[in-house]
């Protein structure tokens, strides 16, 4: 299976929804929300990071590790 993950603007969605309706493809919108707890919690660890500690995304994405898949 090929998965596809596009971005859309939330101005286009209704129009792009339609057109893929048309094609019979199977749709799955996927809503992301966080507690007003974890809001907050990502606000103070923001308020109180230092510059000095941030690590550039790409040395970052080099230090994941991920569960090999079976």
Request: aromatic share 12%.
């Amino acid at each position: 299976m090929t998965q596809i993950t596009l971005n859309i603007p939330d101005n286009e969605l209704t129009f792009f929804m339609k057109l893929i309706e048309k094609f019979n493809y199977e749709t799955v919108i996927n809503e992301f929300s966080i507690t007003q707890e974890m809001k907050n919690l990502l606000d103070e660890r923001r308020a109180t990071s230092k510059t000095e500690d941030f690590v550039p995304w790409n040395d970052a994405k080099k230090q994941l590790r991920f569960k090999s898949e079976k």
